[in-house]
C-alpha cells in the first residue's frame, strides 16, 4: 500500500476479537503495519470531506477525509 494511508472504522472496541485466536495475533501485526485502526466509532454520514463518526460518548469527529469501502452488515435479529 505504498503511497496510501488507510483507515479502519470499527463499531467495536477491538478489530476482530472472534476471529481465530490463532492466527489474530499475525492478522493484527500486519493490520498496525500498514493500516491506522480507528475502534469505537460508529460511521454516521459520508461527506465531502470523509467520514463523519461518533464515538461511544456521543461526541462527533471525522475521521477519515478519503473515499472508503463499507463492509459487514446489520444482523437480521427476527430469523
Known amino acids: 500500500m505504498e503511497g496510501k494511508n488507510v483507515h479502519l472504522v470499527e463499531m467495536r472496541d477491538a478489530l476482530a476479537p472472534d476471529a481465530n485466536v490463532r492466527y489474530r495475533p499475525l492478522l493484527l501485526k500486519e493490520i498496525e503495519k500498514y493500516v491506522t485502526v480507528h475502534t469505537g466509532y460508529k460511521g454516521l454520514e459520508v ?24 463492509s459487514g452488515d446489520v444482523p437480521d435479529c427476527n430469523s
Open 47 to 70: 461527506t465531502a470531506d470523509g467520514i463523519l463518526c461518533e464515538d461511544k460518548h456521543g461526541e462527533k469527529q471525522l475521521v477519515i477525509k478519503m473515499q472508503f469501502a463499507k
